[in-house]
């Protein structure tokens, strides 16, 4: 009867044994890195959040440990950084966590003690990991946006996942490496700061500190054209646009740029670069005559260097007046000017002398002054100096060569100039004040972009004064006068 008795209490305790035995070798077996357990009759120890890749654990995340086994307890808990120097410390504990968070980047130990003091077991084990190390930016914080309305912001080390928030909207991408983030703005104002949170992983998925950015965007680009509002135009001005900054894309600048009549005519003509910021269009073979043009962009494709785009679509408007031309005759020291094909108007001129001839060929009137003073290249004192106050209406047609009124003689008809057309007029004239104001009706009659053609002696069918639109061979005024040009100086360029 006692036997029974005796079998039948300590059948629970052998029940129980068991079972702590069968649950802890399952247990070990089936987190052989979760859990630290002494292998005996009766198993124990602690088990603790796995570590998963050991440089790289997710310093806020808490780590928790738990006593495993029959009567085991945690008798002693310590964390320690990479100098030894205990951050936590916790005694006679069955379950804990860990504070939070950790320093990034750092390496740390946990030291625990399992004992069960029944039994009197004891066990010290010891963990080493090394928190996540926070990619260090290669570059300054306050950075531009660039041409393309992007920024690349490269690291030391791969990133993972981001995503930037801000006052822009930014789309994030990733090169092969995972060393280069480039962030791509859209809606964004000009010359503006905004500043900008960037959210980022490590490639394992740590969830890492923002990192705080300013990213400045370019001042607008601006645009202007030479014709802005002008009528009355000749036919052979070049159109010109200038930017106030240098373009990114200067190939592909004037396939942005669209000219043509009002009426939605395209006018044929050739782009090219004259400087860094300026473009010029020159119409070919001319403007149409008395028309409405317009110049305009096709949108947001012309940037500047910087990234600064048109705040206001270009859209530029002019006029054309009619066919009006100038031409001029060493030989007999004649100009005619002519339009629509007839001659209105002839003028007896000086041009320059045998050692300061006037330049011969195709031109056009590029500025036009009512007065200008005119100075000689060489200076004071040297022979062939000069400098004349308020020369009236004066108009440039090539460098420093123009038609302008003369009051310091009367020798109309013969050479007389430093190279420039010498026109009678009125203006300051007090030795010969009743002579005919050729210069002033020149002036008025002219424009900026007239063609202007000089030539040693003028074609012969020219020869009689009157001067019909086409000849019977169909050539037009300007071509023969063209073709004259060159047979006065074979192998030279006309210049338009």
Known sequence: MKMATYLGSIKPILFWSVAAIITLSVVAQANPNETFVSQG?????????????????????????????????????????????????????????????????ARHKIKVTAERSWSGESETREINFTTAAVPKLEGPTLTRLGPDASVTLHFDRPVGKVQATGGLTLKAEHDATGHNIRLMASAYEQDHKYAVQVNYKTPTGVSLPPLDLELTTAPPLAAETNVKGLTNLGLMLPLQVTFNEALADRANAASHLKVQTRDGQAISGKWRWIGPRQLR?????????????????????LRSERGGMLKQALIEQFSTGTDRRLFVYLDSQRVEAVENGKVVRTFKVSTGKSKTPT???????????????????????????????????????????????AFWHNSFGRPASHGCVNMATKDQNKRWPNVSEDAGWLYNWGALGLPVTVMNKAPEPMQAGHVPAKDSKGTNQQARAETAIRQENPGRVVVR
């Open 359 to 405: 330049v011969t060929g195709s031109f056009y009137i590029y500025d036009r002054y009512r007065h200008k003073r005119m100075r000689s290249d060489v200076g004071k004192g040297q022979p062939g100096f000069y400098e004349v106050e308020d020369v009236p209406y004066t108009q440039f047609f090539h460098r420093d060569y123009a038609f302008h009124g």
């Open 281 to 301: 269009f020159t119409p070919q073979p001319a403007w149409p005559a008395s028309s409405a043009i317009e110049v305009s962009d096709d949108g947001q494709h």
């Open 41 to 105: 009759m009766l198993p124990y120890g602690f088990s603790m959040t796995s570590l998963q890749g050991g440089n790289e654990v997710d310093p806020r995340k808490a780590i928790t440990l738990e006593a495993v086994g029959l009567g085991a307890r945690l008798s002693k808990v310590e964390l320690l950084d990479g100098t030894e120097k205990v951050l936590f410390a916790a005694k006679d504990q069955t379950r804990l966590s860990l504070p939070v968070p950790l320093a990034f980047e």
